[in-house]
């Protein structure tokens, strides 16, 4: 490598450690479709003993292969761009690789993959796994077995049941539901740490919760309100099993991250607005594609839904998910319809529709949205 390109390098390297010493969240797009890293920080009561910075959640991973859903003649799909993470090793990898660069372990061990046998099945950077929904293209049997057993897994009802016939688990939580006025220190289940929680939003008269979101809630804020410290039973693979934490008052606000890849109805959003303590949505993961099969069923609501909910949630980001026309067939194939809309399409109809009834829509509303469409392999810092 020449002088110019070493000092890019470094500078580069500079820009990234800089930009982590900010300890934010990290959202990473392990694939084209919708498979996620959440990198959430430590609060700073829970990092000692050179322990990781980072807590990280694996979201509906598959990265190769195919999925099929009832039998393959029925549907059967692949993913049309190759993903740019293609196995839990490498998501294993970049979250060893941030917290390099984030100083939570010291550089020299070489890579990953040089780590000895033994190390590699005693130790995961994957702290959970959530799941959304049964289907096979978030609840994906080869891509999940591929992560440590002793990782727990959070799923919805018939998700857990189906990965707990598996028999490669050790725990698997079927997440609970977000009620209305409810505390999100309820939901934060063993062997979660008590400064996160993973819970999920249901609609009402959608009886195979197709269109529901996982919910993500976490308190990291830099000052913590300081109680007598608690000792929760840990699973983590990482250290000797147990951490200690402050426990939280019932004031604490905390921020959040809602999955739902099919979309939910706005209506099904109350609970964030009725939260006690608040929480603050810091990313909504919604896709923007209108997909249904024939006029019988909808299965992704799209934009249009998205600002309804956005209109609501007021999330700082506004991220893209679940949009990729993966290659396949199958008899299914036939009466799938697909509307592929822009978010300021989806604003101009939204607007003109809404403002010809009861309710009006400024499109001032939305001016702070960073609406993020990521693509395959991207991160990004949610500052």
């Known amino acids: 490598m020449d002088a110019p390109s070493i000092q890019l390098n470094l500078e580069i390297r500079e820009a990234v450690v800089k930009a982590l010493a900010t300890r934010r969240p990290i959202l990473h797009h392990l694939n084209a479709d919708t498979s996620w890293l959440l990198q959430v920080p430590r609060p700073a009561n829970a990092i000692k003993h ?32 190759e993903s740019a993470v293609k196995s839990v090793a490498e998501v294993e990898e970049l979250a060893w690789q941030v917290e390099i660069l984030a100083g939570g372990i010291r550089p020299g061990r070489g ?7 033994t190390a590699v099945a005693e130790e995961s950077f994957v702290d959970a796994v959530a799941i959304s929904h049964e289907f096979t293209d978030h609840c994906h049997k080869e891509t999940l077995l591929e992560v440590h057993r002793d990782v727990p897994v959070f799923a919805t009802e018939q998700a857990a049941k189906l990965i707990s016939s598996w028999n490669h688990f050790r725990s698997v939580t079927t ?19 008590s400064w996160l929680s993973i819970s999920r ?21 830099p000052v913590l309100s300081i109680a007598t410290p608690k000792k929760r039973s840990s699973l983590s693979i990482y250290g000797d099993g147990t951490e200690d934490f402050s426990s939280s008052t019932g004031s604490e606000a905390a921020e ?4 739902t890849p099919h979309g939910i109805p706005n209506a099904a959003l109350s609970p964030i607005a009725t939260a006690d303590p608040p929480l ?7 896709g923007l594609h209108d997909v249904s099969i024939s006029a019988a069923q909808q299965l992704n609501l799209g934009a249009k839904n998205g600002l309804l909910a956005q209109r609501i949630l007021k999330a700082k980001y506004w991220v893209a998910t679940h949009d990729e026309v ?14 592929a809309w822009t978010l300021e399409d ?28 990521m693509a395959n392999g991207e991160s990004r810092i949610l500052e």
Not at 175 to 193: E, G, R
Not at 327 to 332: D, S, Y
């Open 280 to 286: 603050d949505t810091l990313a909504f993961l919604h």
């Open 201 to 221: 939003l249901t609609a009402s008269k959608d009886a195979l919760f197709y269109h529901s979101a996982l919910l993500i809630t976490f308190a990291t804020h």
């Open 346 to 373: 989806a604003l101009k109809e939204a607007k003109a529709e809404m403002n010809g009834e009861d309710t009006y829509m400024d499109g001032d509303e939305f001016e702070d949205v960073r609406f993020q469409d």
């Open 256 to 259: 959040c991250v809602i999955y």
């Open 326 to 339: 993966k290659k396949g067939g199958g008899l299914i194939s036939w009466w799938l319809r697909r509307k």
């Open 175 to 193: 997440t609970p539901t977000f009620k209305d006025n409810a505390d999100w220190h309820d939901y934060s289940l063993s062997p979660l740490p």
């Open 50 to 81: 050179g322990s990781r910075i980072y807590y990280n959640v694996l979201i509906d991973p598959w990265f190769v292969g195919g999925q099929s859903d009832v039998a393959k003649w029925f549907s059967q799909q692949f993913h049309a761009t």
């Open 111 to 117: 890579s990953l993959r040089n780590i000895n046998a």
